[in-house]
């Protein structure tokens, strides 16, 4: 079995990662806040059910015109390997789209909805609304 390097552990690694996620959902959400939206809940989470499927959306958002917006944000260090709007895989869409129809169950009354993603590669940050759709 071959030894960890420092710095490279599974310990020091995902603490680290999950600052760089915290950091940029901070940068997003004050990005969209500044274009109107405003906050419904942040990082929802379903948990594994019996079809193993779960999920988080990262921002629940309501845009002015009432539609309900569910964010993936994904941040990358440099826009290498596709950059950060590249690593939102059809796997991630269909794991975004089960959270949010798990959301949606909530509601009395359906609103409009939209997938967006806010992609951070390095100090870029680009919004992409209606990045995909539900199938």
Same mark, same amino acid.
């Given at each position: 079995?071959?030894?960890?390097?420092?710095?490279?552990?599974? +310990?020091?690694?995902?603490p680290a990662r999950a600052l760089?996620?915290?950091?940029?959902?901070?940068?997003?959400?004050?990005?969209?806040?500044?274009?109107?939206?405003?906050?419904?809940?942040?990082?929802?989470?379903?948990?594994?059910?019996?079809?193993?499927?779960?999920?988080?959306?990262?921002?629940?958002?309501?845009?002015?015109?009432?539609?309900?917006?569910?964010?993936?944000?994904?941040?990358?260090?440099?826009?290498? @390997?596709?950059? +950060?709007?590249?690593?939102?895989?059809?796997?991630?869409?269909?794991?975004?789209?089960? +959270?949010?129809? @798990?959301? &949606?169950?909530? &509601?009395?009354?359906l609103p409009p909805?939209?997938?967006?993603?806010?992609?951070?590669?390095?100090?870029?940050?680009?919004?992409?609304?209606?990045?995909?759709?539900?199938?």
């Amino acid at each position: 079995m071959g030894r960890a390097m420092p710095g490279n552990s599974p +310990a020091t690694s995902r603490p680290a990662r999950a600052l760089v996620g915290a950091q940029a959902e901070d940068r997003a959400l004050a990005y969209l806040q500044a274009q109107g939206l405003r906050l419904v809940q942040r990082n929802y989470r379903v948990a594994r059910g019996p079809s193993r499927r779960g999920g988080e959306i990262d921002l629940i958002l309501r845009a002015p015109d009432g539609t309900l917006v569910f964010v993936e944000v994904r941040a990358r260090q440099d826009g290498a @390997h596709g950059g +950060a709007a590249a690593s939102v895989t059809p796997a991630k869409q269909r794991s975004l789209v089960y +959270a949010a129809q @798990h959301y &949606l169950l909530r &509601l009395s009354r359906l609103p409009p909805c939209r997938f967006d993603v806010v992609a951070v590669d390095g100090e870029q940050l680009t919004w992409l609304p209606a990045a995909f759709e539900a199938a």
